[in-house]
């Protein structure tokens, strides 16, 4: 289920799920050089690039191993969290950023559909929150928990009923979670992100763009996405991991429960 290699002393240990590629990577590979140790997760046919990420951060004088589990399913997330504290020793940031975009309209979003992504995009981070806070509950030093939204999760989108209404209730789960925890000096907060390049991004387009297609539109939702944002620039993984690096540190004590856009201007709160 796990690898590992070794290195020094560290800052603490985090865990990133959903790491193999794009924002759940630029996060690991940041949190690393800011002196975590850091554990990898993602679904197993993504095994061979989450060693990838491992021999990255390894080669950045960090331990890292990877851990593959479906987030869905509390047997293997709780099997996860156990496996990141044993073999790194503990856990003090836990970054649930697994999570899948599908764009089908209001009519066309079956039952079927509505269950996959709110099992990964909702149930995931509410089981990656719960068994991240019992273990940093159980090591009582603290630690910070921070869930993947999106700029979904604070406005509607066409084609997006699932996909947002998944998005918008991390922020209420972060809401919850972080009222429960605080006093074990435990933060709990998400990040919203805009357009961020990489798969997820051009899937997304690709999809809308037939969809606007077959409806007779000619829109480019690539250029309409850049149109929306104040800065004229769609955002990369660093922009996220950036967000997550400060969460996470100690400096952030004072920050908790907040869904924080990260979107190039799109969202105002
Ligand atoms: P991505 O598709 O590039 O990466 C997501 C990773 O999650 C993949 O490696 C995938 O294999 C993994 N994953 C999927 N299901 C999983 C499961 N059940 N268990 C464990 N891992 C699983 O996506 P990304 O662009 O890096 O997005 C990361 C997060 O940010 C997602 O939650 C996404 O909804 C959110 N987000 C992305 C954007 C964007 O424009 N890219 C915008 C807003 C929000």
């Not at 009923?161 to 809401?175: E, N």
């Not at 709990?188 to 077959?214: C, H, Q, S």
Request: proline share 2%; hydrophobic share 45%; net charge neutral.
């Amino acid at each position: 289920m796990f690898s590992s290699s070794s290195s020094s002393s560290s800052k603490g240990v985090a865990l990133v799920t959903g790491s193999a590629q794009g924002i759940g990577r630029g996060i690991a590979l940041k949190l690393a050089d800011d002196g975590f140790d850091v554990a990898l997760n993602d679904i197993a046919p993504q095994k061979a690039k989450l060693e990838q990420v491992v021999a990255e951060i390894t080669a950045k004088g960090r331990r890292s191993i990877s851990v593959t589990a479906d987030v869905s399913n509390e047997d293997e997330v709780k099997a996860m969290v156990d496996t990141v504290a044993k073999e790194l020793g503990g856990l003090d940031v836990m970054v649930a950023n697994a999570g899948i975009a599908r764009y089908h309209s209001l009519l066309d979003t079956t039952v079927e559909a509505w269950d996959r992504i709110h099992a990964i995009n909702l149930r995931g981070v509410f089981l990656c929150y719960k068994h991240a806070a019992a273990q940093m509950l159980a090591q009582g030093r603290g630690g910070r928990i921070v869930g993947a939204s999106s700029m979904a999760g604070k406005k509607g989108a066409a084609l997006s009923s699932a996909y947002a209404a998944s998005k918008f209730g991390v922020r209420g789960l972060t809401q919850s979670a972080a009222l429960e925890l605080g006093k074990a000096g435990i933060t709990v907060n998400a990040y919203a992100p805009g357009p961020v390049e990489g798969p997820l991004l051009d899937e997304g387009i690709r999809t809308m763009n037939e969809t606007i297609a077959k409806a007779g539109g000619s829109t480019d939702l690539k250029e309409a996405l850049l149109g929306m944002t104040a800065v004229g620039a769609l955002g990369t993984p660093a922009d996220i991991a950036a967000l997550v690096s400060f969460l996470a540190s100690k400096e952030a004590r004072f920050i908790t429960g907040q869904t924080i856009s990260v979107d190039g201007g799109i969202n105002f709160d």
